[in-house]
């Protein structure tokens, strides 16, 4: 008797196994899908840490002009167009994708 018990819960078991990878095989993934908003605020990340990283211990008084009004814009449109349209989840992960492998000079 308790073999058959066994039997059953380990058939249960594989069954419950076997509908788990069946549906995780049917279920689209979207986490690779971005938005053209996203990808926006992505260039925009981009542009902005190229920036930051020409003038690392700079204030924002001590840049170039034309340096200065450039870091400006783009603060601010991080702020209209991402931060005020974006969960905080997407910010971060556009944040953390910033490409950050590129040299001085581009």
Partial sequence: MPSIILLAIGVGVAAILLGSV??????PINDFEVSPLEKKCQGIANEGYKMHTLYPDSH????????????????DLWIKEC?????????????NNVERDFLHGE
């Fill in 22 to 27: 069946a549906l995780s095989f049917l279920t």
């Fill in 60 to 75: 924002p008084d001590e840049l170039p002009e034309r340096d200065r009004n450039q870091l400006k814009y783009l603060d």
């Fill in 83 to 95: 931060v005020s349209a974006l969960p905080a989840d997407i910010l971060f992960k556009v944040i």
